[in-house]
């Protein structure tokens, strides 16, 4: 696993896809209404996820095996599993700083968002890489939002990135959400498919995600096999060995 390899690892997370089996425990949703636009978002505490991991670059494909833990508003963790139990690498972001660890090549990183916003060359925080993975509409106050048949949509403009949601009126979830950074040209199409309920809220199981940035093309995609949400306090462990190198 070289270093272009965690990155793109990491570039899964933010911009995720899943799927399938869940065992719910404990989720509610919120229901909002801004202007004519109404939503249920998914609240929970702690939510804890496996599965099977995969993307596509520039005509390569990688798969793996993921552990996923977030506490809301807090903490994102993932941990790479390729197989056999073992770890090839660890990714953990806060609100204000982003850790990955590479178990393979003994390096590790330690940053800020500014460093993933020169990477995928797209303005990045916190709230909007969770709300991308739980398929959360984010209002913001200025929000442009017509009605087109079955669904809303609903268009924000912050600083730079333009952000184009697709909320259906049937379910009251984000269906499809574009987001394009006008400067660099460069965006992140997410779609939700397949609903189906964590505790007493829609969730969506399917997720394609793909990323166009300097005219390439990467798709994105975690099957989840379980899902749990609960008041449970989880751990997010980040320790690095002695030797590892600081990228």
Known sequence: MNKQL???LLGM???SACKKETIPSAA?????????VTVQNLEFTYLNARGQLKFDDKGQSTSSGY??????????WISVLPGLGIEAARIKLTPDSVYMMNR????YAATD???LSKRFNVALDFQVV????????QANGSEKATNQGQMQHVQQLRQNLLFDYFISSENLKLQQLNVKDQLSGNSIVVQYESFQPLGDV???????????QSGQISDFNLNHTKVTVSEDVLEFPFSVPSGYKRL
Do not use: H, W
């Open 202 to 212: 829609p969730f969506a199981y399917n997720m394609l995600a793909q990323i166009l």
């Open 28 to 36: 509610s949703a919120a229901t909002e209404t801004v202007g004519n």
């Open 13 to 15: 997370l933010l911009f």
């Open 6 to 8: 965690l990155l793109c």
């Open 130 to 137: 969770q709300a991308i993975l739980l398929g959360n509409y």
């Open 104 to 107: 393979i090549q003994r390096e």
């Open 113 to 115: 968002y500014a460093f």
């Open 67 to 76: 552990a996923l833990r977030m506490q809301k508003d807090s903490v994102i």
